[in-house]
């Protein structure tokens, strides 16, 4: 890489080996970087240190193992301060009870590192609009004003991460206009995406808008899949005439059975509670938050129409992660599905191609298959809930033998309906005529 060579990016740390650390870190490592991952997890650094990765990204251990000579992994901060001066904070920002994002880690970090007049925190971890702001009246508290601070945010999607991190749709760099920001930009520059300068409030407000419209996406066409129901439209048929308008976009107007994740209904309701904070009552939020609620739920009245009660009867989830090419169980739609079919006293099976592990430590009361025909097998409805790629493989004549019912619900719109169908077996999806 001659362009490497003569860029010579500089060293970072990146506190915190999440999804957004570690992919931030291989990511960097790429582009030529030294890397110091710091975190506290001592159990969690000892497998990186032996090559291992506690998470299941694709492309993600690859990247790693390619540039297990550039990644260092350490509990002690004072190696990266030692060797970087940019230091890329990604540690959890989870919600707490009252919508609030939970700040204590970003805190914590922030208490840990030393004054210093040659380091910067980036921001990488999503957080509430005006926390640079608090942040740097805390370091000024602590004597620590020349510490510099950078908003970064990061708008990667598990399953995709490593692509996303290389091939951005564009960069946001919210800063004091001072060397930090420079740096910042200079270690995205290979990637030639469009960048945005700013202040480092409008930065962090970027990502939590940003997110907080993609859910008011899906919830919006979730909503139309709900009425096509009642009208006789097709949501898929709809959403293609929708998503040629320009203005309107193709991406993100695929009904289902709500959405879920680490970060859309923490940040929808981050963003809701920051504007509750300020005064302002962000209404439309509110409903984004309700719809995808109810839509999980949506699947339940389904088979209880086709099936009556739900007592003894054999339903099967296929897939189980809140979305397909990853493990994260976190908000997943099965985590409400599974637990509304077992209080109406169903029996469940459920499949997931990898988030078996992640779901036995949140879901009771379910079996786990070794494969989609294994949880099939007797099954009086099957539910599509992860549209993992496999499943679109199965031979439905094959399914149909082995179910006991007829019933197969699509709830995200993926199945091929007239293969389900021609095998006997009765289809429905979510807003599908
Ligand atoms: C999201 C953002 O896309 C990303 O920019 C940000 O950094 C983190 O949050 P992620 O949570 O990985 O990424 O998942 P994403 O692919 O955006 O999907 C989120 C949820 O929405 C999933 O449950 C998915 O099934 C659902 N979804 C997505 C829909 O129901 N319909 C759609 O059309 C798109």
Redesign the pocket.
Known sequence: MAAEQERQPQPIGVIGTGY?GLVTAAGFAELGSEVWCIDIDAAKIARLQRGEVPIWEPGLEELLAKHSGRLHFSTDLSDALEHCRLLFVAVGTPPTYSGDADLSAVHAVVDAIPASERHALVMKS?VPSGTGAAIQRVLGEQGKQGLRYVSC?????????VH?FLHPDRVVVGDNGDWAGDAVVELYAPLQAPLVRTDIASAEMV?LA??AF??T??SF??EIANVCEGTGADVVEVARGMGLDERIGS??????????????PK?VDALKQLAGNSGYHFQLLTAVIEVNELQKRRVISKLHKHLGGLVGKRITLLGLA??PN?D?MR???SLVLSARLNADGAIVSAYDPVAEAQARQLVSGLRFADSAMDAIGEADAVVLV??WPEFMELNWDKVAQAMSGKLVIDG?NALDSGAVRAAGLVYEGVGRS
């Open positions: 957004v999503t945010p990061e708008f990667l999607k598990e399953g995709s991460a996303d990502k940003s997110n993609l859910a996406k899906i066409i979730n991406k993100f107007l695929q009904a289902g059975i709500g959405f879920g994740g680490s970060c859309f940040d809140f979305k990853t994260d908000e997943a739609s992860t549209e995200r």
